[in-house]
């Protein structure tokens, strides 16, 4: 039988519902600026500031629907993988909040060498602008995921499984295991895993899709034969942890596939893949156009499937630090108009040095 990632994982992986009878969280803009400009900075918060953080966005996220309505215009971003310097490469390319509208599509977290500080910047930007920061939720904001790393296949476009290996739940090896992930990053920086279990409760309130000017959806990953509507996306509850299968999985861990018709059986050990014909009938039943997805490597930055109708976009540059891919964002203005922008890793000069990951003995 194959071994799932829970099984490996410890006690600490299970959901815990935020206090129960605590009140509204009181944080004044001018701490929210303070925090935004120390996590600009890529400085760490307090813990305490952190907890309060998290509570506030939770109060934010809580009102939102699985299927965020949003305006354009808009810029539509991928994944970010904790690569904090890129980031600020992304924002000069593409404008700082306030001025521009941002929607993410997930993967904020792991493999990069700054988790912790990428996920709370956006995350207080959303608190102190939530109509102009958009976040929706990604396969690796999970619990089970965030505490693994991948150390093979990084550079590939899909993940597969190594040869004659048992896949695991989430379609990882053992030999694919590390503890190298925001887990044990908010172990190292904190010195306890309070910061990752605060982050990790604002994973479960983060919405699964967003649809905008009611033509474009966008998703982390793609659709689901369980579901063929917006509005079965809509009664989702999605205030839990990534289940390993079933319609919310799928929005999350599923991928287009240019040969395939119909459904297929994903590498990834989660979700599908999918075809144009798929594309094609949720395209027309719910109205939309486009379907805008992350959650595969693109070295161009970003890819269009099936005659335009479906794109994937990358917005993590030299990937892991070592794939050499660019990465891009896509603006769509008022008439959804799309203009992409591609950029580039930050510069050696302007990144900080990374402290050493050692291997902790406290996993596995």
Same mark, same amino acid.
């Given at each position: 039988?194959?071994?799932?990632?829970?099984?490996?994982?410890?006690? +600490?992986?299970?959901?815990? !519902?935020?206090?129960?009878? @605590?009140?509204?969280? +009181?944080? !004044?803009?001018?701490?929210?600026?303070?925090?935004?400009?120390?996590?600009?900075?890529?400085?760490?918060? @307090?813990?305490?500031?952190?907890?309060?953080? &998290?509570?506030?966005?939770? +109060?934010?996220?809580?009102?939102?629907? =699985?299927?965020?309505?949003?305006?354009?215009?808009?810029?539509?971003? /991928?994944?970010?993988?904790?690569?904090?310097?890129?980031?600020?490469?992304?924002?000069?390319?593409?404008?700082?909040?306030?001025?521009?509208?941002?929607?993410?599509?997930?993967?904020?977290?792991?493999?990069?060498?700054? !988790?912790?500080?990428?996920?709370?910047?956006?995350?207080?930007?959303?608190?102190?602008?939530?109509?102009?920061?958009?976040?929706?939720?990604? =396969?690796?904001?999970?619990?089970?995921?965030?505490?693994?790393?991948?150390?093979?296949?990084? &550079?590939?476009?899909?993940?597969? &499984?190594?040869?004659? +290996?048992?896949?695991?739940?989430?379609?990882?090896?053992?030999?694919?295991?590390?503890?190298?992930?925001?887990?044990?990053?908010?172990?190292?920086?904190?010195?306890?895993?309070?910061?990752?279990?605060?982050?990790?409760?604002?994973?479960?309130?983060? @919405?699964?899709?967003?649809?905008?000017?009611?033509?474009?959806? &966008?998703?982390?990953? %793609?659709?689901?034969?369980?579901?063929?509507?917006?509005?079965?996306?809509?009664?989702?509850?999605?205030?839990?942890?990534?289940?390993?299968?079933?319609?919310?999985?799928?929005?999350?861990?599923?991928?287009?596939?240019?040969?395939?018709? /119909?459904? /297929?059986?994903?590498?990834? %050990?989660?979700?599908?893949?999918?075809?144009?014909?798929?594309?094609?009938?949720?395209?027309?039943? =719910?109205?939309?156009?486009?379907?805008?997805?992350?959650?595969?490597?693109?070295?161009?930055?970003?890819?269009?499937?099936?005659?335009?109708?479906?794109?994937?976009?990358?917005?993590?540059?030299?990937?892991?630090?070592?794939?050499?891919?660019?990465?891009?964002?896509?603006?769509?203005?008022?008439?959804?108009?799309?203009?992409?922008?591609?950029?580039?890793?930050?510069?050696?000069?302007?990144? /900080?040095?990374?402290?050493?990951?050692?291997?902790?003995?406290?996993?596995?």
């Amino acid at each position: 039988m194959a071994t799932s990632i829970a099984d490996l994982a410890s006690s +600490e992986v299970r959901p815990d !519902s935020p206090t129960a009878g @605590s009140g509204p969280i +009181e944080m !004044s803009i001018d701490d929210l600026d303070k925090h935004i400009e120390t996590l600009m900075k890529c400085e760490l918060i @307090s813990e305490q500031d952190v907890k309060s953080l &998290c509570s506030k966005a939770r +109060e934010i996220l809580v009102q939102e629907g =699985n299927v965020q309505v949003i305006d354009s215009p808009v810029t539509i971003c /991928g994944d970010i993988h904790g690569q904090f310097y890129d980031l600020m490469e992304l924002f000069k390319v593409g404008g700082q909040i306030p001025d521009t509208n941002y929607l993410f599509l997930g993967d904020f977290v792991d493999r990069g060498f700054y !988790s912790v500080e990428t996920f709370l910047l956006l995350l207080a930007l959303k608190v102190r602008y939530p109509d102009r920061m958009m976040l929706i939720r990604g =396969n690796h904001e999970s619990r089970q995921i965030t505490q693994t790393t991948i150390v093979r296949a990084h &550079c590939r476009i899909a993940l597969v &499984c190594a040869e004659n +290996e048992p896949a695991t739940s989430y379609g990882l090896t053992r030999r694919m295991l590390k503890v190298y992930g925001f887990y044990d990053e908010c172990l190292r920086k904190y010195g306890s895993a309070a910061v990752w279990k605060a982050c990790t409760e604002v994973f479960d309130y983060l @919405s699964l899709s967003a649809v905008i000017d009611g033509k474009a959806f &966008c998703v982390h990953g %793609g659709l689901s034969p369980s579901i063929q509507t917006l509005d079965q996306i809509r009664v989702i509850d999605r205030k839990q942890e990534v289940p390993h299968d079933g319609p919310m999985c799928d929005l999350l861990w599923s991928d287009p596939e240019d040969s395939s018709v /119909g459904w /297929g059986m994903s590498p990834r %050990g989660a979700g599908y893949l999918f075809g144009a014909d798929v594309v094609k009938t949720f395209c027309d039943t =719910n109205g939309v156009d486009l379907i805008c997805r992350a959650h595969q490597l693109v070295m161009e930055g970003y890819k269009w499937h099936f005659n335009d109708t479906v794109l994937t976009v990358w917005s993590a540059p030299n990937y892991c630090y070592r794939c050499g891919n660019v990465a891009a964002i896509l603006e769509l203005d008022e008439q959804l108009n799309k203009e992409f922008t591609i950029f580039e890793a930050a510069p050696q000069e302007n990144r /900080g040095a990374p402290a050493k990951k050692p291997q902790p003995d406290y996993f596995l």
